[in-house]
Each structure stands twice: as structure tokens, then as C-alpha cells.
């Protein structure tokens, strides 16, 4: 069989490469199309505004809508895990259409390290991603046009552990919304192994074994062991790993945050939230997480609006159509063009109808 599939591979030729050439132009016009078509129609500006952090620059996005006057509330967005610049490769475009429709203007930032941003994200924890929320908040409040409006958050994955943190610390954030967030890193971490380990095909011993041995790397890092050591342990316990195992930077980012959980300071925080995951999630236990954030909130349900989307991976997008998909070109068009209907029905809907009535009650009350 490898033989054969050798032999198609080369039947190609020249042939093979001119139609990838072919499917990348495709692909760039297309992307180019799609997206032009998408910021004609956009019912908001896009300004930069950049802010400092630590003495360091973050250049940012706001997003005002033209459609109104003036704004009536400000979702702040609050990036998950990687090199993510300011839209977050075009994910965040049709949310911030659909938040500019409603009257509500964006803010979001290109990481620290990426774009027009200073800095290096893999040198940054927790507490110093939420630091730069706090500092988005004061950069906004000083401008008249946000002064008095509610200003909420909107994060994903591992902004999880994030925005507890801007929530408990700032009294001007009002609400946020979680996407797909999970409380524990160690436990995130620990699906995330045996989701990898069910798509390779392993189970029994073996499968015991290889979940023994992350667990065993886990506390390594967790108890602060250098990068060499690190390195020293996987060429004694597992050679086949060397090849994969992570870079300085990231190990030593992954030393800095291993141990963050969010639920003391989600059980500390006064603002609503509303929390999101999809059913086909294969990054963090839906289960688990959900029924985690509906404990913590069981003294004050009503604070808490919990929803399990279907067809709905990772991203919230639609499962069906995006869930063999990574970032890419074709997903980037693909995103583009399915604007809000590519995320799982009801979900922008939900969320668009919760903030409007977190933003009415805080208007009535403000009267």
C-alpha cells in the first residue's frame, strides 16, 4: 500500500504542482473577494488604537459602530492560546459585524510579539494578560464617548483563566462572556492527552502507560525543573517524544501558568456571566467544565447563563462545516463568507440577546 500510494503521489509530476499553484491563487482571490465583499458591507469602522501595558505597546483594534450615534455598550475581546493578532485570523470578524448591528462597539489587540504589538506572549501569565484588560478598561474610560457605557469581556478557551482575574480585580467590567473555557489546566491538559491518544488508536496497557507518562512530565514542569532536565527525562523514558517536545519558550510559558484554576476567583466575581461550549469539543471535557461552573454558581444561579451548543466544535462554528478545517486560507474565505450563519445555530443570537438585556437593566438601573 505505501508503494502505491508512492507511485500516485509521483503520477503528478509537474502537472501536481501547477494545479497546487492554481488552487493557491484560487485560494488568495478568492480570500481577497471574500473579504472585500465583507468590510463594504461592514456596518463599522475599524480605528486603530494601540495602549500601553508595563511599558510595553499593544497595538489594537476598536471596532465603532456607524450605524448609531453613539455606542451602547463595549465588548472587550480577550484572545485564547497562541500567535493570535488583533481578529484572531478573521474569527472574530462576523461577531464584531453582528456586535456593530446591535450598537455595541469592540476593542481587541494584536498579542504581545505579533503584529504591531511589543513584546512575547510566551513570556506572559495569566495575571499579566489580565493586567492588559485592566489597562484596555482605563484607556477606554478616559474617552468621553465610553465613559458611562456598560463595558463587558468576550473570551475563548484559554482566556478561561484570564478574565476571572480582570472580573475580580475592576468593577467597570459588567458582564462577560466564555467560549469554550476550561477551569483547570491540569485537567485540560489531561483530556487533551487522551484525546490524542484515542485518535492514534491506542488503549489498554499501553494507553495507562502513556497517560502515566504525561502525568509524570506534568509534575515535572509543575515543580519547576529546567528545560534541560526536561529534555534529559524524555530521552530516558520516552526517545520516540524528543522529536515533539515543546521549545524552550513554550516550556518555560507552559512552567509559568501549568498551575492556574479559575475557581476561586469565579467564585469571588459579582458581574453575570454567560458560558458557551460545543458538543463536538475535542480540547476540554464539555461535561465536566459545564457541571464545574454550574457548582460554583449554585448559591447564585441566576448569575450564571450555561448553554451546550450543538454541532459546535472548539470555536463554537459549526461542526459540520468547519470542524475538519485548521486556520487557513480556505478557512479564512470560508469564515468570511458564512459570516454569523457559520457558528452553531442560535449561538450569536443567544448571545447577542443576553447582552442586550445585561446593557437594558444596567441602563434602567443607571436612571
Known amino acids: 500500500m505505501q508503494q502505491e500510494g508512492n507511485e500516485l503521489t509521483n503520477l503528478g509530476g509537474k502537472n501536481s504542482v501547477v494545479f ?3 488552487s493557491l491563487y484560487i485560494a488568495v482571490f478568492g480570500l481577497i473577494g471574500a473579504l472585500v465583499l465583507m468590510l463594504d458591507s461592514a456596518p463599522y ?12 505597546n499593544r497595538s489594537g483594534a476598536l471596532i465603532m459602530p456607524t450605524k448609531v450615534s453613539s455606542p451602547r455598550g463595549l465588548m472587550i475581546f480577550v484572545h485564547g492560546d497562541g500567535a493570535m493578532g488583533r481578529s484572531a485570523f478573521g474569527y472574530y470578524y462576523p461577531l464584531w459585524q453582528r456586535l456593530a448591528k ?6 481587541s489587540w494584536d498579542k504581545a510579539g505579533v503584529g504591531g504589538s511589543e513584546g512575547n506572549w510566551l513570556e506572559q501569565n495569566m495575571q499579566s494578560r489580565a493586567n492588559e484588560i485592566l489597562d484596555v478598561v482605563i484607556m477606554l474610560r478616559k ?3 465610553f465613559k458611562d457605557i456598560p463595558i463587558g469581556l468576550i473570551g475563548f478557551s484559554q482566556a478561561g483563566w484570564v478574565m476571572p482575574k480582570a472580573l475580580k480585580e475592576s468593577s467597570e467590567l459588567s458582564f462577560a462572556v466564555f467560549v469554550s473555557t476550561p477551569i483547570n489546566w491540569l485537567k485540560q491538559s489531561e483530556f487533551l492527552t487522551q484525546t490524542r491518544l484515542k485518535r492514534a488508536g491506542i488503549t489498554g496497557k499501553s494507553k495507562s502507560e502513556k497517560m502515566k507518562h504525561a502525568q509524570d512530565v506534568s509534575k515535572l514542569i509543575a515543580e519547576g525543573a529546567k528545560y534541560d532536565t526536561y529534555l534529559d527525562f524524555l530521552e530516558r523514558t520516552a526517545p520516540n517524544a524528543v522529536e515533539s517536545a515543546m521549545n524552550k519558550s513554550r516550556y518555560q510559558f507552559v512552567q509559568k501558568n501549568i498551575n492556574v484554576d479559575s475557581e476561586l476567583e469565579l467564585r469571588e466575581i459579582h458581574q453575570p456571566l454567560f458560558v458557551a461550549f460545543g458538543n463536538h469539543d475535542v480540547n476540554i471535557n464539555v461535561a465536566n467544565n459545564a457541571a464545574h461552573f454550574e457548582r460554583i454558581f449554585t448559591q447564585n444561579p441566576a448569575q450564571l447563563k450555561l448553554k451546550t451548543y450543538q454541532n459546535a466544535d472548539h470555536t463554537l462554528l459549526k461542526n459540520s462545516e468547519f470542524g475538519h478545517l485548521t486556520p487557513s486560507l480556505w478557512w479564512l474565505i470560508k469564515v468570511s463568507l458564512w459570516e454569523e450563519d457559520g457558528f452553531s445555530e442560535r449561538f450569536v443570537d443567544d448571545v447577542m440577546s443576553w447582552l442586550n438585556l445585561q446593557i437594558t437593566k444596567l441602563s ?3 436612571q
Open 20 to 22: 497546487s499553484r492554481w
Open 45 to 56: 469602522e475599524n480605528i486603530t488604537q494601540d495602549f500601553t501595558t508595563d511599558h510595553s
Open 102 to 107: 446591535e450598537g455595541i462597539a469592540s476593542y
Open 143 to 145: 474617552q468621553p464617548r
Open 364 to 366: 434602567q438601573h443607571a
